[in-house]
């Protein structure tokens, strides 16, 4: 059985009660300030402000914008730390623990990180193999790419860090505060997770303005139901596991997966070339069967193992599952 900061029992009566520092409707609050911290900076400066002819994209829009978040991740680090710590409700360590950073978690990162893994078999059979994509990977391409080009770092690293930074680390903890029931804490913070990435709508707008209207809103409910499954995926998480690293690691692996294919034949972009008579093809329906196998076989696999695979002695809260 993990064992729970005493703060946290504390706080949910198990273990001398006292009463909550905030109450869930001010968490809440809190959670959209802190949103509002996050985004609105991108819009206050014509650094980071898209237009016809700045996209979100350009790399001097990036850096400035990973400054930004960097900047808004300290405050509201700092401001959830003090609320924790006030009237020495908590002590640094415990709050440091609230907050993911300490125990690291390395090996809570190894198994969350193989845990999402087996949920994308398919997509991984299909990135790898039917794509050659291990090819790259002996060459390390993903990984230089990552550091020499704007828009993979700010996806892969810079992104993912500072969401969790914020949406995990820095907001989750003032639900467990606030004594809100673990089930609301997970499917309610990530749906502010969620709408914080609407603003993408609005820019996509600026910088496509022919596309139809129709098109950006399916666009966005589209982004707005994925983001809002995630969070709540990575809110699970980072309460079992305690860890803003290993919902980090997840976080950026998705990013490189993206949504998984669910329709359609599995073959190379290419197609396959047939050596003896020079022409291009495409390669047998076993390919595809194999992926949605795969597919199937990896959910099923993700659903038998998310409770040991998340089992950690440093959890934040006990998730019966």
């Not at 690293?157 to 995990?168: D, S």
């Not at 190379?268 to 093809?281: A, I, R």
Request: aromatic content about 14%; hydrophobic content about 45%.
């Amino acid at each position: 059985m993990p064992t729970i900061p005493s703060f946290i029992t504390r706080y949910f009566g198990k273990e001398e009660p006292k009463p909550p520092p905030i109450s869930t409707k001010t968490a809440v609050c809190l959670l959209v300030i802190y949103t509002v911290i996050y985004v609105a900076p991108f819009y206050l400066s014509p650094r980071t402000r898209p237009s016809p002819t700045l996209t979100r994209d350009a790399p001097s829009v990036i850096r400035a914008r990973i400054a930004s978040v960097s900047l808004s991740c300290v405050v509201c680090s700092l401001i959830t730390f003090l609320i924790l710590t006030s009237s020495g409700r908590a002590t640094t360590a415990e709050a440091l623990h609230a907050l993911g950073y300490w125990p690291i978690g390395l090996v809570e990162t190894f198994k969350c990180l193989s845990l999402t893994a087996v949920l994308f078999a398919g997509p991984l059979y299909e990135y790898l193999v039917i794509d050659e994509g291990w090819r790259d990977w002996l060459a390390l391409q993903p990984v230089s790419k990552v550091f020499n080009e704007w828009t993979r770092w700010r996806n892969i690293a810079a992104g993912p860090y500072t969401e969790e930074v914020l949406f995990r680390s820095a907001s989750v903890p003032l639900m467990l505060a606030a004594q809100t029931p673990v089930t609301t804490t997970i499917f309610l913070s990530p749906l502010i997770f969620g709408l914080a990435h609407l603003h993408h709508a609005y820019e996509f707008r600026v910088t496509h303005p022919n596309v139809p209207f129709a098109t950006v809103i399916l666009r966005s409910v589209v982004q707005l139901s994925y983001t809002t499954l995630f969070g709540a995926y990575a809110t699970f998480l980072f309460l079992r596991t305690g860890s803003v690293l290993a919902v980090f690691v997840v976080h950026a692996f998705c990013n490189c997966m993206g949504l998984p294919r669910v329709w359609g034949r599995v073959y190379p972009d290419e197609g396959v070339l047939d050596n003896s008579t020079g022409k291009v093809f495409r390669p047998s329906i076993a390919w595809t069967v194999a992926y949605y196998v795969l597919l199937f076989a990896g959910a099923v696999g993700w659903y038998r193992n998310v409770g040991p695979l998340t089992d950690s002695s440093i959890a934040l809260v006990s998730i019966d599952i």
